[in-house]
């Protein structure tokens, strides 16, 4: 008997049915085994030994793959095509051998997708396990263990209230901070345009100032508004004839199929996808069959893929969509992923497949992979330029015409800014001499705009682009940046909280070296020396650990008051901008003659006046002198005061108070706003069935609507003194549809996955007290924290079901000790009912 070891059941499943009788296959519901999170886990002076620990909740599986692998004449391991499959593998090797379990013949397969076709094919061609990648997975993984286990002590001694750290995440969180700064110091430049329509046959043109009394005109030449009206009377007053008429042919090729970084990307920007959520979709069309390996930096297609796809597009257009040679892509990734075909559909006859958010993410993949074989775009550009009889202006109108749409006729690839582009505007024939008639003349003012925050798709697009981390792990490491509130994101795009932004100061100030982009880059190419058995894994984690061990005890020697005093003077251009009189900026604005500086407390870092505690003026950390809200009350009027305190401002009126909320910004409030938030909780009215009060407020996770022990969520702030009866009573039903998470929440599914695959017993998915979970009726799993609990798959659920089911039942508080209690306190209650009897 051949034992097979995979990942995940639904795969297990598949694969049994292609290989038939003989084999036995096995799901090892991922790594078996990690380093434990404690000290000790990985030892520097033992050449990096690590200590590895069984998964508890791998055990029972665990135990299974065990039992087979004794009586099986032969192991395969078929875990997934790259690194972290590999390592799988080794992981599962390692485990039997010390168990004494392990078959005289192991073999590794891989294969790039879940078909009969990959999977006899790869079966075929068994092979040994790849050392030089398991390598790289142990250096890698003991990397992160030093740094991770080395830093996050030191931040939570003496930076308060920081989390963690990591070799790639505080480098991506510093991607998103930096970013942050530029906007701040960002100052905008005022410029103004000049255009001209025209009119030829009826079909109208827009020309732009190029060139003005022989000086050529920049898009910020024009500064003011003097100067935009000077331009702009003598455009009016001329006369203008086509100068010259400039046609230009050119092409533009299809992008290549999909990578990890790159589906990542475009998913964001035309679905809306969190990285995480197109990696969670993409694993379950894998595990369906529909695509192929989705952890992959490689372009190409198999050559059987292309033929298809090149037939595919003859059927679907015309052979003069199908260029005259295969197109073959060259990755640009230094050092491409150990899968090296491209994400691409299974089968090209299969335009649509799945539901939902896997159908959606399907027809991406399948229309990027099939237009990377179309025929190229042709396109003509056309260049007029106009000037007037006196030579004082020259104007420029520029558009294009697609001659031939080639691949565009399926697929465009998505932009992350849209840039000025007039190019894409129709024009009218025009030929040297012509005098089109001119029909109005604008001056528009417009200022230059900051550097765009950071969306997930152009920061996995950076994140790559600087060589920093691997594409695999993106969508974990943005997740891990929103986890521990270093970011937030608000329309799609990251902002910098204050922990984060303190912790990357830290980080800069005292280890700089370590979340530099250029070292992290060079780190990731010795890692990928390894993977390609240029470099001993352990030598690159000696060099490692020989500098950074030396810095961390350095900064961990220092006290908390001279890490503040450090961050302060690091900060400072920060924390203390110039003021617009001239004046100190340090200097405290409630006493006059307190200097401000940076403290640490229990609960973060502030800023304090050092006359503290005669002065006891206190601002928040990120707040900016402008924004400063003094310790001292503020008096808005009517016996309201506006306050800092400990969590942030607050107004106070007698013994109430009331936060403000944090998408209210402090300048907006005054007495009238203060009033409102004092008033809360809102009443909005009766609810016309019930007859009971639904009332608006804010608590602790934010505004909310309340009717009869049941909540709503709502959106914003100006929602709880906005919304109506109608809007409030649709969406307290709402919410017991399964829209909430309250109490009251009806039980109706939210989707029905099917039936598990052993048991036949059907999985639904649920919203629960706690948020939403899958279900057989017996048995209740959690779903990931951020998963789409609409977008779960039944590989995903018979996963989660069977992880759970071989953790045991729940332990009660108390343990069983509380049972003999509670009998024992009922015995007096019954004699004493008997006795009143």
């Not at 004494?100 to 006899?120: C, G, W, Y």
């Not at 920093?468 to 509130?485: F, H, M, N, V, W």
Request: proline fraction near 6%.
């Amino acid at each position: 008997m051949k034992l097979v070891v995979v990942e995940s059941p639904a795969k297990a499943k598949t694969i049994e049915k292609y290989l038939g009788s003989g084999h036995r296959v096995l799901a090892s519901f991922g790594h078996v085994r990690d380093l434990p999170p404690k000290d000790g886990s990985v030892d520097p002076d033992q050449d990096f030994a690590m200590l590895w620990q069984v998964s508890p909740d791998r055990a029972k599986q665990l135990k299974a793959i065990t039992d087979e692998a004794r009586q099986a004449d032969t192991l395969i391991l078929a875990t997934d095509p790259d690194r972290e499959g590999e390592a799988i593998s080794w992981h599962l090797q390692e485990v039997l051998r010390a168990k004494k379990a392990l078959p005289k013949d192991v073999q590794r397969v891989a294969f790039n997708a879940i078909t009969k076709t990959a999977v006899t094919e790869a079966m075929a061609r068994p092979r040994a396990l790849d050392e030089d990648l398991v390598d790289a997975y142990r250096a890698r993984r003991a990397l992160d263990y030093l740094v991770g286990f080395t830093l996050s002590p030191i931040l939570w001694r003496k930076l308060p209230g920081a989390k963690s750290a990591g070799r790639v995440q505080s480098v991506a969180l510093r991607l998103i901070v930096d970013r942050e700064r530029e906007i701040e110091v960002f100052r905008p430049q005022e410029y103004w345009s000049l255009t001209a329509t025209f009119e030829k046959d009826g079909q109208s043109f827009t020309a732009r100032l190029a060139q003005l009394d022989g000086k050529k005109i920049d898009r910020l030449t024009i500064g003011n508004k003097g100067d935009a009206d000077a331009a702009k009377a003598v455009i009016e007053a001329g006369r203008f004839s086509v100068e010259s008429v400039e046609t230009k042919p050119f092409s533009r090729n299809p992008p290549p199929p999909f990578t990890t970084s790159t589906l990542q990307q475009e998913a964001a920007r035309k679905l809306g996808f969190a990285a995480s959520h197109t990696m969670r979709v993409a694993q379950g069309l894998y595990e369906d069959g529909l695509i192929t390996y989705m952890r992959t930096d490689g372009v190409d297609m198999a050559a059987e893929a292309i033929s298809a796809a090149r037939k595919a597009i003859t059927t679907r257009y015309d052979a003069g969509y199908v260029p005259d040679k295969p197109r073959h892509y060259t990755s640009k990734a230094k050092n491409a992923q150990e899968a090296h075909e491209a994400i691409r559909p299974t089968d090209f006859s299969r335009a649509r497949a799945a539901s939902g958010d896997h159908a959606r993410l399907y027809e991406l993949i399948y229309n990027r992979a099939l237009a990377s074989q179309m025929a190229s775009a042709r396109l003509e550009r056309t260049t007029v330029e106009l000037s007037d009889g006196a030579g004082r202006a020259v104007l420029r109108a520029t558009g294009q015409v697609v001659l031939f749409p080639g691949y565009l006729a399926l697929y465009e690839e998505g932009r992350d800014e849209k840039a000025e582009d007039e190019e894409g505007a129709r024009m009218p024939i025009l030929n040297r001499g012509d005098v089109p008639a001119k029909i109005g003349v604008d001056a528009t003012q417009s200022f230059t705009q900051p550097p765009p925050r950071y969306s997930e798709a152009s920061l996995v697009k950076r994140l790559e682009e600087l060589g920093i981390g691997r594409p695999s792990t993106y969508a974990a490491t943005l997740q891990t940046l929103k986890d521990r509130e270093y970011v937030r994101v608000e329309k799609n795009r990251f902002i910098p909280e204050e922990s984060g932004r303190l912790v990357t100061a830290f980080l800069e100030r005292f280890f700089e070296k370590y979340v530099s982009y250029d070292y992290t880059a060079e780190l990731e190419d010795e890692l990928d020396d390894v993977s390609g058995g240029r470099l001993d894994w352990q030598k690159l984690l000696d060099a490692f650990w020989r500098d950074f061990k030396p810095k961390a005890g350095e900064v961990m020697d220092q006290k908390p008051s001279e890490i503040t005093q450090a961050l302060d003077e690091f900060l400072a251009p920060w924390l203390y901008p110039p003021r617009a009189d001239g004046s100190d900026p340090r200097l405290c604005p409630s006493c006059g003659n307190g200097r401000l500086s940076l403290r640490g407390g229990k609960f973060g870092a502030f800023v304090a006046c050092s006359n503290y505690p005669e002065c006891r003026y206190t601002q928040k950390f990120g707040q900016t002198g402008g924004e400063a809200a003094s310790d001292g009350p503020q008096d808005l009027g009517d016996g309201i005061l506006l306050k800092s305190g400990r969590f942030g401002p607050y107004v106070e009126r007698g013994d109430k108070r009331a936060s403000i909320p944090k998408d209210v910004p402090l300048a907006d409030v005054d007495r009238e706003a203060a009033e409102r938030l004092l008033s809360l909780p809102r009443e909005i009215g009766a609810h016309p069935e019930t007859g009971k009060a639904i009332t608006a407020s804010i608590g602790r996770y934010g505004p909310y609507l309340a009717h009869d022990g049941k909540y709503a969520k709502l959106g914003s702030t100006a929602e709880v003194f906005e919304t109506g009866m109608n809007a409030a009573v649709a969406k307290l039903a709402d919410a017991a549809n399964g829209g909430g998470r309250g109490r009251g929440a009806s039980r109706e599914p939210i989707a029905v996955l099917g039936a598990h695959p052993e048991s036949g017993k059907e999985i639904r998915v649920l919203e629960g007290r706690f948020g939403p979970y899958v279900s057989d009726g017996t048995t209740h799993a959690t779903l990931p924290k951020g998963s789409d609990p609409k977008a779960l798959t039944l590989g995903e659920g018979v996963r989660l079901i069977d992880e759970r089911a071989a953790k045991g039942p729940a332990k009660k508080k108390g343990g069983r000790k509380a049972a003999p209690r509670k009998a024992a306190a009922k015995k007096p209650a019954a004699k004493a009912k008997k006795a009143a009897k």
